[in-house]
């Protein structure tokens, strides 16, 4: 009968704090990630680079060192690249980052549940006439740098005014409209047109345009297409065709309830709620990473040959002669560790503080040795350091060997 190996169990939850930290901060990179290649048009660098990153790790199970060895040189210029190629998403991502807030306060007014009504209504009549409708919901964030043009203006949500707005043979009829505070602040503005060639290539430019600015901000732009006839949503990236004023009133109150203000209510538990899969996949992909390659590390050793530094010799002694300046250091840890150790910061230093005149015999321990902390002391040569303190002489031009390092 077989026995089951607690040990492998042991291993798996005897995990260090800064272990916690460190799958804790992989898994936000990995959720910034998959975020990116959800939002984002421009999923084919990022899958090429998920393609590179994973023949990376399938290099370093086989011992593909020369494989591994260029994967890893082309890690800074593959850096730069997403850069470039992102930066629009970098640039959409922090202006997200500055608009967030651990706690809604009541400063603005919102847009009334007695608003949602006639505009849900006059969407659909609008889709039962065929006319074109570009209605945009502002969220927490600034459209300023998103949406151009058009005609600035303070009004209420009229039934009335939104019929003379989108009046076919009104001139402006093909622009957005921009609501924001409960009020309509902007008439005939563009909007960007989205960067999701396959999305937007099956729909007209009025739905490519309110992708577009969901793409790049977290508003909620309500599309009538003058077409076919169908209501749709863009928001956070995504188009979605509304079938019922029921659904359209329940997702404009979710937007609302989410973007609008309240009071001094933590929003943080919906916040870590939201993208539940995507965040429960980081992390399991982290843990995952972490438990292969760094924890399941192999161990293994190696030395180096290392300074030797002898500190706070008191005043009225000197080292004679020349002491021994270097020693073999040998260390073992996971493989890991290695790969980001910097041989230059290895040392042996040697506290002489408080010893007096005559032979020395130190003998060398693990707490005598700088280096990393994830690597421990196997050995250590020489095992014993000895040399002689003397009294300082100073004789004119007489000269005394201090080697200190």
Request: hydrophobic letters at 45%; glycine letters at 6%.
């Amino acid at each position: 009968m077989t026995t089951f190996d607690w040990s492998v169990l042991r291993s798996a939850v005897a995990i260090e704090s800064a272990e916690i930290v460190d799958i804790a901060v992989a898994s936000v990179l990995i959720y910034g990630v998959l975020r990116l290649l959800r939002t984002t048009a421009n999923r084919m660098p990022l899958l090429g680079a998920g393609l590179m990153v994973g023949t990376y790790f399938i290099a370093r199970v086989f011992g593909l060192f020369l494989t591994e060895m260029l994967l890893r040189t082309a890690g800074l210029v593959l850096f730069v690249v997403f850069a470039i190629a992102f930066q629009e998403d970098i640039r959409r991502a922090v202006l997200r980052w500055r608009h967030w807030r651990p706690y809604r306060t009541p400063n603005r007014s919102r847009l009334a549940s007695d608003d949602v009504d006639p505009l849900v209504d006059f969407a659909f009549q609008c889709a039962e006439q065929r006319i074109g409708l570009l209605i945009v919901l502002q969220g927490r964030e600034s459209l300023d740098h998103s949406v151009m043009g058009g005609i600035e203006l303070l009004a209420p949500i009229k039934t009335i005014l939104m019929q003379s707005i989108f009046d076919p043979h009104s001139p402006g009829h093909d622009g957005a409209v921009v609501i924001r505070d409960g009020r309509i602040v902007r008439i005939c503005a563009q909007l960007p047109l989205s960067e999701n060639f396959e999305e937007a290539k099956l729909h007209g430019t009025r739905h490519s345009a309110g992708l577009g600015l969901s793409e790049r901000t977290d508003a909620l732009v309500l599309i009538v297409s003058e077409e076919r006839g169908i209501v749709s949503i863009a928001h956070d990236g995504h188009l979605v065709e509304i079938a019922s004023a029921a659904d359209l009133k329940l997702r404009l109150g979710s937007f609302l309830a989410d973007t609008g203000p309240a009071t001094h209510r933590p929003r943080l538990a919906k916040r870590l709620l939201r993208h539940s899969g995507l965040k429960v996949a980081s992390v399991a992909i982290a843990a995952l990473g972490w438990f292969l390659f760094a924890r399941q590390g192999n161990t293994i050793e190696q030395t180096f040959v290392v300074p030797i530094e002898y500190r706070n010799i008191p005043a009225n002694l000197c080292l004679e002669d020349r002491p021994p300046a270097e020693a073999k250091l040998t260390l073992s840890g996971p493989d890991p560790a290695f790969a980001l150790l910097s041989p230059s910061s290895l040392r042996v230093r040697i506290e002489l503080g408080g010893y007096h005149a005559g032979m020395v015999d130190i003998h060398l321990t693990e707490q005598d040795c700088v280096h990393p902390p994830d690597l421990s002391v196997y050995r250590i040569e020489p095992k014993v350091l000895r040399f002689h303190l003397v009294p300082c002489r100073s004789h004119p031009g007489e000269k005394v060997a201090v080697f200190v390092r």
